[in-house]
């Protein structure tokens, strides 16, 4: 499967982005998908991840109640929706898939997209 991520941008601290992660290849809707997050000199990290049905979901504890996932098989899209945005969620975001729903190590996952970057700054 391919997956391209898209979506990423400057925005205020208390803003909102959406970001989307559009799969092609083999059968999308049998895959989990996570979205990780890289910022500038540490580790990549989980952030949140979402069953291949769309009906769980697992979150970092830093970013409950400010970022949901949530997926469209239909259109073969995962989307991360981002809220109350923080200086410290400045990072590159990278979405993953498995078919696993309980991996949230990225060297976990074998499918990857390109990242996008989301800068939250004044």
């Known amino acids: 499967v391919q997956l391209q991520a898209s979506g990423g941008g400057l925005v205020q601290p208390g803003g909102s982005l959406r970001l989307s992660c559009v799969a092609s290849?083999?059968?999308?809707?049998?895959?989990?998908v996570a979205w990780f997050r890289q910022a500038p000199g540490k580790e990549r990290e989980f952030v949140l991840n979402?069953?291949?049905?769309?009906?769980?979901?697992r979150y970092l504890d830093s970013v409950k109640g400010r970022l949901t996932i949530s997926r469209d098989n239909a259109k073969n899209t995962v989307y991360l929706h981002m809220n109350s945005l923080k200086p410290e969620d400045t990072a590159v975001y990278y979405c993953a898939a498995d078919p696993n729903y309980s991996r949230t190590r990225a060297n976990e996952y074998a499918y990857w997209g390109k990242g996008t970057l989301v800068t939250v700054s004044s």
């Open positions: 290849g083999r059968s999308f809707s049998a895959y989990a």
């Open positions: 979402i069953d291949s049905n769309g009906v769980s979901t």
